[in-house]
């Protein structure tokens, strides 16, 4: 049996929505554009499963990207204010995203979850935005996307516990592929109840596919770009091998991800 501290609250509205992995990037933008009035956090995985290769259209070649950069990219091409937040980003740039997330500036943050419990569990600077042991504690978020499902139920109550909060209504949106109904089932279980199948439109789905499809495209484009603008030598220039692993954080490096290398080759 499981106590307590793994059921959700009663404000929560706990939804699934069930497609092919291939129609996931689709299926978040028409999420993100039915809740265009709601503030929105997207969560990602972490550790192995940050580790995604995504394929361009044709499946000519792969880029290696965080998830949260490309999604983030995706959205903001296709109009919806999003911002990322993951390991790779200094404090700063994670108090930055969280800021303007909080403010309103932005209306989607797209998250993974080591990342958004560690900008400094110490943090202050915010009287009404503490992240800590309990993770990303922002007030008024609407609505909680689960793009990648968790693969340990705990999580899963954490993410979906970003939103209704202090008595408030809250929603969540679980996006379950055919790989991922094992997953599924295990997070009924702890939670002691069934989520619910959120009603869809195929049509507007599909109509959508061609716009996202061609954003996907660009944002793999722009993050291999990126890559090559910031390699190893900028590294080296922000302050050498130990202060880039350690903004890094766990979800790259507990990844798998290369840590900085000294060349032994060069000086």
Do not use: W
């Not at 992240?131 to 999580?155: A, E, Q, R, W, Y």
């Amino acid at each position: 049996m499981y106590g307590s501290r793994y059921q959700t609250v009663s404000t929560l509205l706990q939804y699934y929505l069930f497609v092919p992995l291939i129609q996931k990037d689709v299926h978040l933008v028409y999420l993100a554009n039915e809740l265009a009035s709601n503030s929105i956090i997207v969560f990602t995985r972490t550790v192995h499963d940050a580790q995604r290769y995504v394929y361009d259209i044709e499946f000519s070649h792969i880029a290696f990207v965080y998830p949260s950069c490309r999604l983030s990219i995706i959205l903001r091409t296709l109009g919806f204010p999003a911002v990322p937040l993951h390991g790779q980003l200094s404090q700063s740039q994670r108090l930055g995203a969280l800021n303007k997330f909080k403010t309103g500036g932005r209306k989607v943050l797209v998250a993974t979850d080591v990342a958004s419990r560690y900008v400094h569990r110490d943090m202050t600077s915010f009287n009404d935005l503490t992240i800590g042991d309990s993770g990303l504690d922002i007030p008024s978020v609407d609505v909680v996307i689960n793009f990648d499902i968790p693969t340990h139920s705990k999580d899963y109550i954490h993410r979906v516990g970003r939103t209704a909060r202090a008595g408030r209504a809250g929603k969540s949106i679980t996006i379950v592929t055919q790989y991922d109904v094992e997953l599924l089932q295990r997070i009924e279980k702890v939670i002691g109840k069934k989520l619910e199948l959120f009603p869809t439109s195929k049509e507007e789905v599909m109509l959508l596919k061609e716009r996202v499809d061609e954003a996907g495209r660009l944002a793999v484009n722009e993050l291999k770009e990126e890559a090559k603008s910031n390699g190893g030598k900028k590294r080296r220039r922000d302050g050498g091998g130990e202060r880039d692993d350690k903004d890094r954080d766990d979800d790259v490096v507990e990844a798998g991800m290369p840590r900085t290398k000294k060349s032994k080759g060069r000086r």
